[in-house]
């Protein structure tokens, strides 16, 4: 049948024919010219979603395998480049820093969340503002200095007290929500100087809430296809959640609002109030708005809750599977620290193998498994090939963390991996991006290293975590993978030393 008598023939079948034959031309005609190899073929319209499966980032890894450390696969009618290995990565995101640190505009995300207030998500000038402001906060309030370490360390003896309850019975529990407390009262402390009692009721669904946010919202969904559907039934559930989080947020920021004395800054809400009134009398361009105070600490809440409780949990998740690993952190402690003695940040120099240990369960589960997206600001080549303004990217920080060019038996869970041949000193790896690379690099990572360190010291010092009797350790491979990895919730005992 000729091209002429299917459009007049009509029937379905034909309709069909003419008009896959005109998508394929306008596809061809208007794609650009040397993009990185094609992955594999994707559906009309929403693209390759179908194919990625339940972890795209294990997906991607095999692909690469057939096309390369960077390839360029359809989603929705977008062109995503995902880079594989670290050179790529570091072509992208330090040497081209300047073109490829803005992040796209997911819809799920500007839908769900709002970009508007927010640093995560905002792009250009007023991103590196609100960058450097949040830096400087933080050191204000403390990360990285000993008034923050006393916080955190007073906060896990909260948590071992709650722990310790469960302790000496033969009954199992699972630790999630006494690590994800700990962590978030650490947060809210820096941000609006309170913290929440574990049997908080109102705060446990606050953060259950959070949780399910990042168990669900993920890169691939239909709604980041089809936008309108994030006011739709489908959606329904994450807005209810997200709702949930913001009232929370935004209750606390009006009563600073309306308690605010500039010679009293008690917190970083305070620290944002005074910087808007700085603003305003500088009449400098006003890159924090009184109306979205309470966006900016949601990002923080959020950036920093459910990543350093899932990577904590993950921790534990490693030790019931690889006893001799425990083993050995223990003895490192015992042996440094005894069983009194309160960890210090100052002081992580003498526990080279428990930093390993940490390190090892970072890259092993690489909880931000394809790190958070990034998209170009105008045309730059990479690897040779050129990829267009406004094209997004996927880093695949999971395949970064497995690549044997730079890990030895890279499947193997090995702590010994981050140490020099003294077994004392902690080997620098390029490839180990736990927090990204380049001008996007997380502001958090003082904040989540510390968290992590002191946080696992107290709990290895207090108790003896177990596997059930007469059951197998919980599975490595049960995770829910939504913006991060986390493992499916697991249940041990525990015996206080
Ligand atoms: C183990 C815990 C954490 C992990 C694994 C993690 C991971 C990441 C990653 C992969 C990025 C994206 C970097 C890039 O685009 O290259 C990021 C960005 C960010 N993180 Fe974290 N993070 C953690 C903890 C925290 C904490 C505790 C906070 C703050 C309280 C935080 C705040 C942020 C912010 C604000 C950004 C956005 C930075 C920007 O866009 O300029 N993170 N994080």
Redesign the pocket.
Known sequence: MSFLEAVFDCNLSSLLIVFCVVLVTVRYINSPKNLPPGGPWGFPIIGIAPRLGKEAYRTFASWAKDYGSIFTIRIAGLNVVVLNDFEVAKEA?IKNANVCSD?PALPDLKNGFSISGS??FENGPV?KER?RW?LTAFRNFGVGKRSLENRINEEARYMCNEIEKKANTSSTFDPCHFINNAVSNI?CSISFGQRYEYSDAEFKVLLESLSKVFGTIGQVSLSNCFPFLWNTRYRSKERKLIATVRNFIVEIVDKHKSTFNPEDIRDMIDHYIAEIIRQKLDRKEVVFDSGVIWRGVQ??FQ??TE??TT?TMWMLLYLLNYPEVYQKAQNEIEEILGRDQTPSWSDRDKLPYVNAMIMEV?RHAT??HS??P?CTTSEVKIKGYTIPANTRFI?N?WAVHRDPKFWENPEEFNPMRHLEEDGKTIKQNEAFI?????D??????L??KM??YLLTINLLQRFTFKVPESQSPPSLNDVTVGIIRMPKPYAMTVEKK
Not at 434 to 438: E, K, M, Q, T
């Open positions: 995101f992040r640093l995560v991103w960058r949040a947060i990002d923080l950036a920093g990543t350093a990577t970072q909880v931000a790190n958070v990034r880093l920080s736990p927090f990204g690379i380049g996007r690099i997380c502001i958090g990572q904040l989540a968290e992590i």
